[in-house]
């Protein structure tokens, strides 16, 4: 079983891979017990998102990690992916603007992908 670390690594690759952007992990560790980091992108389009949440569970389910669940869906500007450890945000660009996920959670340690791969 992969560790918190190579699945959040893994959700990065994946969203990367399929052109996620402005990708950003929180380690939420030292503030929560639920979830060890929050993976957040933005996808362009309700299609791109569901492509995005697909390419993370197939990218997992290879090594053996399934979601514990899912939210959102068709039509949705929001879907989650509940991987344990490491929990899934993706958005269209609007709605991570409206909720600013990572203005919640502070000056917790973090990292940001570079767009224009």
Do not use: N
Request: with cysteine; charged share 30%; hydrophobic share 35%.
């Amino acid at each position: 079983m992969p560790t918190a670390e190579e699945v959040r690594d893994l959700v990065v690759h994946a969203l990367d891979e399929h052109k996620g952007q402005s990708i950003e992990t929180i380690d939420v560790r030292c503030q929560t017990d639920i979830t060890d980091y929050l993976v957040i992108a933005s996808g362009t389009s309700d299609r791109q998102l569901r492509a995005l949440s697909e390419a993370v569970v197939e990218a997992l389910r290879g090594r053996g990690v399934r979601p514990l669940g899912t939210e959102g869906g068709a039509g949705g500007d929001w879907l989650l992916v509940d991987l344990g450890d490491v929990v899934v945000h993706l958005m269209r660009p609007e709605t991570r603007d409206f909720y600013q996920l990572e203005r919640l959670w502070g000056d917790l340690p973090r990292t940001r992908e570079q767009d224009g791969r």
